[in-house]
T-cell receptor
Framework: QQQVKQSPQSLIVQKGGISIINCAYE??????FPWYQQFPGKGPALLIAIRPDVSEKKEGRFTISFNKSAKQFSLHIMDSQPGDSATYFCAASPHGGSEKLVFGKGTKLTVNP | IAGITQAPTSQILAAGRRMTLRCTQD?????MYWYRQDLGLGLRLIHY???????GKGEVPDGYSVSRANTDDFPLTLASAVPSQTSVYFC????????????FGEGSRLTVL
């Protein structure tokens, strides 16, 4: 049972372009939505996270947009750089349940120079 | 450097053999987790522990066991390995089950022949 659907599976953008990765969820009890970044041969690392009381959160070139009514959230990477090439995972969890964190299947981003 | 240490980094194992993947953290985090990562399937939780002395089953626990004798160590044991357990295994920790952010190790790549 996939509770978080992530798309696209892979994404290729040119340096300087905008990368957009989308996720949709079904469980209305989810109240924490993190994005993890994973480089080849490394473990995932938290990139940015949002809670449903805000519609957008920005950290540098990375922005999460959250649409509670549509049960969708997305990651935007502005001015994409080759160093951003990695696999990105969205995730969601309900309150008080880190063990209930559910991951999307991942998006492999390639930024061409 | 503080964080999570996993061992071995990689291992080739004959089917039917017993194998223990080791995980140690030095952040004094209460909660620890074991995930497996498979291409196209993302990260799936195997077992977790919210505090020393307690463990719980995740999404894919069959064929795996864990123990949490102290805060720092969380070994994962495959009693009798099967080829379907070929995967990359990640150990993670969090301060508590409500904090959201997981800190991951660099993974153990296991191949079962």
């Amino acid at each position: 049972q996939q509770q978080v659907k992530q798309s696209p599976q892979s994404l290729i953008v040119q340096k300087g372009g905008i990368s957009i990765i989308n996720c949709a969820y079904e469980n209305t009890a989810f109240d924490y939505f993190p994005w993890y970044q994973q480089f080849p041969g490394k473990g995932p690392a938290l990139l940015i996270a949002i809670r449903p009381d805000v519609s957008e959160k920005k950290e540098g070139r990375f922005t999460i947009s959250f649409n509670k009514s549509a049960k969708q959230f997305s990651l935007h990477i502005m001015d994409s750089q080759p160093g951003d090439s990695a696999t990105y995972f969205c995730a969601a969890s309900p309150h008080g349940g880190s063990e209930k964190l559910v991951f999307g299947k991942g998006t492999k981003l390639t930024v061409n120079p | 450097i503080a964080g999570i240490t996993q061992a071995p980094t990689s291992q080739i194992l004959a089917a039917g053999r017993r194998m223990t993947l080791r995980c140690t953290q030095d952040m004094r985090h209460n909660a620890m987790y074991w995930y497996r990562q498979d291409l196209g399937l993302g990260l799936r939780l195997i077992h977790y522990s919210n505090t020393a002395g307690t463990t719980g089953k995740g999404e894919v626990p069959d064929g795996y066991s864990v123990s949490r004798a102290n805060t720092d160590d969380f070994p994962l044991t495959l009693a009798s390995a099967v080829p379907s357990q070929t995967s990359v295994y990640f150990c993670a920790s969090s301060e508590g089950r409500n904090t959201g952010e997981l800190f991951f190790g660099e993974g153990s790549r296991l191949t079962v022949l």
